[in-house]
């Protein structure tokens, strides 16, 4: 059981390029989230999904599109990369309350 | 408008002593807790939840306590140990799944 696993674990982007976060789930979790984490803040949510085919902003999604096509994978994109989106990206899976992290990526945009 | 506060940023703490970590909220319509506890590079790992029907759930060394009257739950870690060093977030849910979280406090325990 690898639990959340998300790719890449690095990466370092120019303003305006694209790139997809992807994660991958092997628990079933019909629940996922992504969230990005900075400096002195708590884990704030960009997108969610209730279920495969579905997706939900969060309180941050600007900037973000995400996409749920099977139940154990959530893509997180972004299509012009901004040096405000240089962060740490989680993403969770849940069953219930309780969630489940991968182990982050860390992203810089120049 | 933060609906779960963690007000200390950082906590020290000696080695085999208690170590309180606090965190206060303000939705009311909060109904589950959890604690979580993150190493650097790693993604967070859940510790410890309550429901607030309870007022105490306890783990082995970790302890959580709730006081909805006083909107205020608090982690206590008994004794404290050199790998509990870390960040320490509180999280607060209204059963739609989603995630309130606290800011975090970073708990050092000197040996």
């Known amino acids: 059981n690898a639990g959340v696993t998300q790719t890449p674990k690095f990466r370092v982007l120019k303003t305006g390029q694209s790139m997809t976060l992807l994660c991958a789930q092997d628990?079933?979790?019909?629940?996922m989230y992504w969230y990005r984490q900075d400096p002195g803040m708590g884990l704030r949510l960009i997108h969610y999904?209730?279920?495969?085919?579905?997706?939900a902003k969060g309180e941050v999604p600007d900037g973000y599109n995400v996409s749920r096509l099977k139940k154990q994978n959530f893509l997180l994109g972004l299509e012009s990369a901004a040096p405000s989106q240089t962060s740490v990206y989680f993403c969770?899976?849940?069953?219930?309350?309780?969630?489940?992290f991968g182990p982050g990526t860390r992203l810089t945009v120049l | 408008d933060q609906q779960v506060k963690q007000n200390s940023p950082s906590l020290s703490v000696q080695e085999g002593r208690i170590s309180i970590l606090n965190c206060d909220y303000t939705n009311s319509m909060f109904d589950y807790f959890l604690w979580y506890k993150k190493y650097p590079a790693e993604g967070p790992t859940f510790l410890i939840s309550i429901s607030s029907i309870k007022d105490k759930n306890e783990d082995g060394r970790f302890t959580v306590f709730l006081n909805k009257s006083a909107k205020h739950l608090s982690l206590h870690i008994v004794p404290s140990q050199p790998g509990d060093s870390a960040v320490y977030f509180c999280?607060?849910?209204?059963?739609?799944?989603?995630?309130?979280w606290g800011a975090g406090t970073k708990l050092i325990i000197k040996p």
């Open positions: 969770a899976s849940s069953s219930r309350d309780t969630q489940y």
């Open positions: 999904s209730v279920g495969e085919g579905t997706t």
């Open positions: 628990m079933n979790h019909e629940y």
């Open positions: 999280a607060g849910t209204d059963s739609n799944y989603q995630l309130i």
